[in-house]
Every structure is written in C-alpha cells, then in structure tokens.
C-alpha cells in the first residue's frame, strides 16, 4: 500500500467517524428535545462535513418537528383523537367538542422541504430521503404533492433499475418488493381519507402498473377507484386482469363477485363467490357465503 493511498485511506475513514459520530449525537438530542443543543450539533456537522448526506436528513428532521404545533380545536364533532365534550349552562346539550390537533408552521415547514429537496438532488438513489418527504407531506395533507413524490420515486426506480440506497448509504434489501409494499401502504393512507382521494390512488396505480404491469395490488387499487365510481365495466377489467396473474387470490376473486354484484349481473357474481368460499381464509369464506345465500333466494 503507497503512503499516499494510505494518508487518503485514513482520511476517509476520519470523515466517515466524524459523520457517524455526528449522526449519533443528533439522534440523542431529538430524543431529549434539545433543541437548542440540536442547532449547535448540526451547525458544527455542517462546518465538518458539508456534503454529508445524512446531514441533509437530520436538518429535514429537525425543522419539521420544530414545525409542529400541539393546538385545542373546537368542533361540532367528535375526533378520532381523545375530545372532551361541552355542555351548555344547563349541562344538559351538548354544544361541541375540544380535540387535540396538530397544526404546522409554514417558515419551518418550508426549511425542512428545502433540506430534503437538495438531499434528493444531491444523491437520487437514496430512497429513505424520498420516502421521509412522502411520509411527511402526507402527514401535512398535501396529498397532490404527496402522489407527485411517490410517482417521481417510481420513475427513479426506472432510472436506476431500482438500485436503491438507504441510511449511511447501504444498500436496500429486495429493492423492488420494498419499494412497492411502501408505496401500498401510502395508497391505503389514501384510501383511509376519503372517496376525494380517488384520482390519486389511480395515478398511483397507473404508474405502478407502468413499471410492474403485473402489480397484483395497483390492478386491484385501480379496479377500486372504477368501481367507487360506479364504473364496473373498467373495474373488471381491471381485476379480470389480476385474475389471470394470481387466479387463487381470494381478494381479487371477491372483489371479482362484488363488481358483478354491482352491475346486476347474477350469475358471475354467484361463480367468483364460490370461489371465494373455495379459496378464501375463514372470514371471506363465511362472508362469500352469506352473500351466495342472499344470490341464490
């Protein structure tokens, strides 16, 4: 080994130590909420070692939790979260209810996207930066840019045949059934918010399908943005699609049996129940056979 390559070799092993020891530090500190100590660390991190990519992560961190703001709202209904019911003088009506809730300070907010979108320029492949954006604008309901980041990933994915990285730079494991069972979980987050959702989880679809043609969910999530649409013609092309993939899935074949519930026609719908009764676990056996039982009267 030349001296030279050495001295370089000891450096970079210097600067990774700095990096990691940096990293440490800061995941310490935002478990203590200091944030104060937490400005100063990031500071000194950023005199040392500029370019390192988990910097770009720990300043996204620090700014969108500092963005968030506990607040008391006042409502006509109760939410998901804990509410504390108000009664008139008389304590006999209730007139509304107050909920924790959490709002998000928009200067803040605008740092942390800031950080994260030059992170995401700086090194393309890391696919943790990515997905903590996605997880965070989901968090504030921005859900237009929400499906704009998850489809920008995809097209990554097809730019980099899906040779993802991830913190400290490693490799991630099963790139592909990774990437797609996360973007699933954001497409039921979707989903949980309402039918106005419908025309992003079809995006979602869409781009998945481009890439994975043979995506058994996506045809499935399509299938169900038709069919609340009260389009089951294209919903069961869909999902007749997904059959031929995966002619045992249980989902798919009741899915199959709802959408031919729902156009009025009989006769298929009692065949994909039976084999949903077939092929299904406990519960969709059961509930294929109820709805066989109200078919057949």
Do not use: C
Request: net charge negative; no cysteine; aromatic share 12%.
């Amino acid at each position: 080994m030349s001296k030279q390559f050495y001295l370089l070799f000891s450096l970079f092993l210097a600067v990774q130590s700095f990096a990691q020891n940096f990293k440490s530090q800061f995941t310490r500190l935002t478990a203590e909420k200091d944030t104060t100590a937490q400005i100063q660390l990031l500071q000194n991190w950023q005199q040392a070692t500029p370019d390192d990519a988990e910097l770009y992560v720990a300043w996204f961190n620090y700014y969108f939790s500092l963005s968030k703001k506990e607040v008391v709202r006042f409502g006509s209904e109760p939410q998901p979260s804990q509410s504390i019911e108000i009664k008139d003088s008389m304590g006999e009506n209730t007139v509304g209810y107050l909920s924790d809730d959490i709002d998000y300070d928009t200067g803040l907010l605008k740092n942390s996207f800031q950080y994260i979108n030059t992170g995401i320029a700086k090194y393309p492949s890391r696919l943790d930066m990515r997905f903590g954006k996605v997880y965070a604008l989901g968090q504030i309901e921005h859900y237009e840019e929400f499906t704009n980041e998850i489809i920008e990933t995809l097209h990554q994915a097809g730019r980099i045949k899906n040779q993802w990285l991830w913190t400290d730079n490693k490799k991630v494991n099963h790139p592909d059934r990774f990437l797609l069972s996360t973007i699933q979980q954001y497409v039921v987050q979707l989903y949980n918010v309402g039918d106005d959702q419908l025309h992003h989880m079809r995006k979602i679809a869409e781009a998945v399908l481009k890439y994975y043609p043979n995506h058994v969910e996506s045809l499935s999530n399509l299938a169900i943005t038709y069919g609340l649409q009260q389009d089951y013609d294209r919903a069961l092309e869909a999902l007749l699609k997904a059959e031929k993939i995966a002619p045992r899935d249980a989902i798919v074949l009741n899915n199959i049996a709802a959408m031919y519930e729902r156009k009025g026609d009989k006769l298929n719908a009692i065949k994909y129940y039976e084999l949903t009764a077939k092929l299904g676990d406990e519960d969709a056996k059961n509930a294929a056979a109820q709805k066989l039982k109200e078919l057949k009267n």
